[in-house]
């Protein structure tokens, strides 16, 4: 147990469907993160966020669309996905600055399987 | 069409023996790299981290090694049990922010009874 917690575990949407995946972090860490894993690419960054601020966008299609209400809260609500798009979305926190410049571990939850149909 | 997996190299050691596990890193101006564990059906588990200062770390049965000259990190895990088959990623951080990470493949490394 990490300490990172992600709901659904599993997710079947067709493509005009909307859905949301959550993620949830008892670390008091203050960024988080969401990344995809397919079975085609290595994990791939998709959005970070440090203070609730968005800081990183990966070229991350609109149809994906991330949401941090608090430090602890983290979201990606998907619209009218693609098929393409099935893979396992992870969440991960960390604690930033603690050392000026310096990065820090990230803590991962154990993913959404996301099957869009 | 036929559907294409991410092509995963496979390491298999006996059960008692020692293994390494390789990595290769892009950015000769990355400063912090981690291995991570991944089991079927879980997210990355964290292992070991070092920082560019280092050129080795140990922890309980692992060690990092870090070259910087060759851009290449590995991990020791000594007397391998059942337990560490899983597949194995090393990340480096490519900075910016400064959470920027990279992920390799990984390797799948099987524990042979």
């Known amino acids: 147990e990490t300490g990172v917690t992600q709901t659904p575990r599993h997710l079947v949407m067709g493509m005009t469907n909307k859905k949301s995946l959550k993620c949830e972090q008892h670390l008091g860490h203050n960024a988080m993160y969401w990344y995809k894993q397919s079975a085609k690419k290595p994990l791939e960054l998709m959005f970070v966020?440090?203070?609730?601020?968005?800081?990183e966008n990966n070229s991350v299609p609109s149809r994906f669309s991330p949401e941090c209400p608090n430090s602890s809260h983290l979201f990606l609500h998907l619209h009218t996905l693609q098929p393409e798009d099935s893979a396992l979305y992870l969440c991960?926190?960390?604690?930033?600055?603690?050392?000026?410049?310096?990065?820090?571990?990230?803590?991962f939850g154990p993913g959404t399987r996301l099957l869009v149909l | 069409g036929e559907s294409v997996g991410l092509h995963l190299p496979t390491l298999s050691v006996q059960e008692g023996d020692n293994s390494i596990i390789n990595c290769a890193y892009s950015?000769?101006?990355?400063?912090?790299f981690i291995w991570y564990k991944q089991e079927s059906g879980k997210g990355p588990q964290f292992i070991i981290d070092?920082?560019?200062?280092?050129d080795k770390r140990q922890g309980q049965r692992v060690t990092v090694l870090l070259n910087k000259t060759v851009k290449h990190l590995s991990l020791q895990i000594a007397a391998t049990q059942p337990g560490d088959s899983a597949v194995y990623f090393c990340?480096?951080?490519?900075?910016?922010?400064?959470?920027?990470?990279?992920f390799g493949p990984g390797t799948r490394l099987s524990v042979l009874p």
């Open positions: 950015n000769s101006a990355s400063d912090y």
């Open positions: 991960a926190s960390s604690q930033e600055g603690l050392v000026a410049g310096e990065a820090e571990t990230q803590y």
């Open positions: 070092i920082r560019s200062n280092m």
């Open positions: 966020y440090s203070l609730e601020e968005r800081v």
């Open positions: 990340a480096e951080n490519i900075g910016n922010y400064g959470q920027n990470f990279v």
